[in-house]
Nanobody
């Protein structure tokens, strides 16, 4: 039906940068809010950043000024530019999207499979 596929994770030194990408595919009518969440070992999944279809953004306090979320509505894609990375940013990052599927009147939340981001020297 609908798939979210993430890419761009990896190992980076403190102070470095990474860019995550997520593309949605399938029977999509339109996509409402898209976002990135992360989950570190032993911790709950938390919101990192979200963006509405019109481009309004929201960030967790811990990443403000370092991370930038953006989206390309034509490509059904969302991106997360992560700068000045810290060891505490280490986590599995998940893409999230609220989607109107073709033929459905309800909004459904979809998740990507997750991509590992490790910040370490």
């Amino acid at each position: 039906q609908v798939q979210l596929v993430e890419s761009g994770g990896g190992l980076v030194q403190p102070g470095g940068s990474l860019r995550l990408s997520c593309a949605a595919s399938g029977s999509i009518f339109s996509i409402n809010v898209m976002g990135w969440y992360r989950q570190a070992p032993g911790k709950q999944r938390e919101l990192v950043a979200s963006i509405t279809r019109s481009g309004s953004t929201n960030y967790a306090d811990s990443v403000k000024g370092r991370f930038t979320i953006s989206r390309d509505n034509a490509k059904n894609a969302v991106y997360l530019q992560m700068n000045s990375l810290k060891p505490e940013d280490t986590a599995v990052y998940y893409c999230n999207a609220n989607i109107f599927v073709m033929g459905s009147i309800s909004l459904t939340t979809y998740w990507g499979q997750g991509t590992q981001v490790t910040v370490s020297s």
